[in-house]
């Protein structure tokens, strides 16, 4: 007799099993994507070798990375495929940086993206194809071995000529979604609807799948989420569905071919309902068995650390996906912030331990790789990679919890953000953060920034955390991310912190902005 995961998450319970156990996962794990790019603009310079590709993965042996996603392409691919556009197309070698290929471009970023272009190059000149030697590495420091596709990359599309745009782009303008303005990278984006975007996308899926053995395909939809022209959306859900149906049906026919299971993971935004509005109905591919894991994440600008996984869970009841919560390297209070901070070792913790609470399966780190685009303080990145995944590993070591809001909204929808809030005296600010579970033997502090107000004018202000008032501190000093302006600390009572959703709230004595909220255990 086989269980569903409901039922074996009944049974778990009912023996007294904690959550993890009870869904028949030891622990929930991190998933890692390696993007299509990092690695040659770090290793770039020298001759790359088989032995050091072994050494990017070996480093990841013996931590809490369960499965690593190796992205494969952005508008064009890092090998030398027959479908689309190889990174190296057009590079000369033994040219100046100034070449035709990188003509575009300033001169102080021509150096810069030769290092990847000539990795490439050099990889391929010398019979080394990088995903066949990382997938084979993976399996065999017992690391799954995935790839992910970028469904539509535009980084760049300001610049026509970039390096970075496949032919089959550059030669078909008629097949992006906006064509009468440009407000963003995404108006230069494919337009599913047409059957010509279709094919072509759908071109690489069989041929990475025809190419490579691999223990998963991530479908990756949120790079960079926006597939149909404004208002078609809901038209083009079916158009996105039919392609994940037939994607699972070409793994199909690769997993007796290889003779293992091939799973198919999708990447969709943090919230049900934006994720509907863009096309993405990710519940329907669970439901119909087409998916066994689903990341849902924001996209760039900042972590997440109000994504509604409970509901997602609700959604996904009586399917046996794997839920992911992902995480962004990036730290924004709210969309208009000057901030352009990394998240610390303390946020990171603070997010991976709210999200396994809440029961997900998985905590995934997207553009969380070991040099470049890293935390600030990179000599976190190994604790990270040993903490984050397990609430046994992160439980009493600090973490702060801060106030974040979702990036990515379909066309015409408001942003959903708590941040910048005006407060006045007489007046009520409310902000609820889920922090997981409650600190045990730590101290527990609310914090503050406020703008248009000096430091000594809030102090007398009323700051409030579950009904409970917190007294005033002073001024704290954090490593980043942190704001700009003075962090007000409130200490709050032992006790006073529940598991999972808590509300401060503030009564200011006079009239400022706040900018930055969060609740710190230390």
């Not at 471009?105 to 490439?120: E, F, G, I, N």
């Not at 032992?494 to 009564?507: A, F, M, P, R």
Request: aromatic fraction near 10%; hydrophobic fraction near 40%; glycine fraction near 8%.
């Amino acid at each position: 007799m086989s269980l569903t995961r409901r039922e074996t998450f009944g049974l778990g319970a009912a023996l007294g099993l904690p959550v993890e156990a009870a869904k028949g996962i030891s622990t929930p794990g991190l998933s890692l994507n390696e993007d299509n790019s990092h690695f040659f603009f770090s290793r770039g310079g020298h001759r790359i070798t088989s032995a050091e590709l072994d050494e990017w993965v070996d480093q990841y042996a013996g931590t809490q990375v369960r499965e690593l996603m190796l992205s494969t392409n952005s508008m064009r691919t890092n090998f030398p495929s027959r479908v689309w556009t190889p990174i190296w197309h057009g590079y000369q070698p033994d040219a100046p940086d100034d070449q035709p290929l990188f003509a575009s471009l300033a001169p102080a970023d021509r150096k810069s993206a030769r290092r990847w272009v000539h990795a490439a190059w050099q990889l391929n000149q010398d019979g080394i194809d990088i995903y066949q030697r990382w997938l084979k590495r993976a399996r065999a420091r017992g690391i799954g071995a995935w790839l992910s596709m970028r469904m539509n990359d535009v980084h760049n599309t300001d610049d026509e000529r970039c390096y970075l745009h496949g032919e089959f782009w550059r030669a078909h303008p008629e097949y992006r979604r906006v064509n009468y303005r440009f407000a963003g990278l995404t108006d230069r984006a494919f337009d599913y609807a047409h059957p010509e975007v279709y094919r072509y996308h759908f071109g690489l899926v069989r041929e990475l799948a025809e190419r490579y053995d691999f223990d998963g395909l991530e479908l990756d939809w949120m790079r960079f989420g926006f597939h149909f022209r404004p208002g078609y959306e809901a038209a083009g859900m079916p158009i996105l569905t039919r392609f994940v149906s037939e994607t699972r049906s070409l793994l199909d026919v690769q997993q007796r071919r290889r003779g293992h299971r091939i799973e198919l993971a999708v990447r969709v935004p943090s919230r049900p309902e934006v994720a509907l509005g863009l096309g993405m109905d990710a519940v329907t591919w669970a439901r119909r068995g087409l998916v066994s894991r689903i990341t849902v994440t924001p996209f760039w600008a900042t972590i997440d650390t109000g994504m509604p996984v409970d509901l997602w869970k609700r959604l996904l009841d009586g399917t046996n996906v794997i839920l992911a919560a992902g995480l962004e390297l990036l730290l924004r209070p709210y969309p208009s912030s000057p901030l352009r901070q990394t998240n610390s070792l303390e946020t990171v913790r603070a997010a991976a331990a709210t999200y396994i609470a809440r029961g997900v399966d998985r905590i995934y780190l997207f553009n969380y790789m070991d040099s470049d685009t890293t935390l600030d303080r990179s000599e976190g990145y190994p604790q990270l990679l040993r903490q984050a995944g397990t609430m046994k590993t992160i439980a009493g070591k600090p973490r702060r919890h801060v106030v974040t809001y979702p990036d990515t909204s379909a066309p015409g929808e408001a942003d959903a953000c708590l941040l910048p809030a005006a407060c006045r005296p007489g007046r009520w600010n409310a902000f609820r953060l889920d922090t997981g579970p409650a600190p045990v033997e730590q101290k527990a502090e609310a914090r503050i920034a406020v703008e248009g107000a000096a430091p000594e004018g809030m102090a007398s202000s009323a700051l409030l955390v579950n009904g409970v008032r917190c007294s005033y501190e002073g001024i704290r000093t954090v490593e980043k991310p942190a704001p700009n302006a003075p962090l007000l600390a409130f200490a709050v009572p032992s006790g006073t912190v529940q598991n999972g959703h808590n509300v401060i709230e503030l009564s200011a004595t006079t009239a400022a902005t706040v900018v930055w909220v969060e609740l710190a255990f230390t």
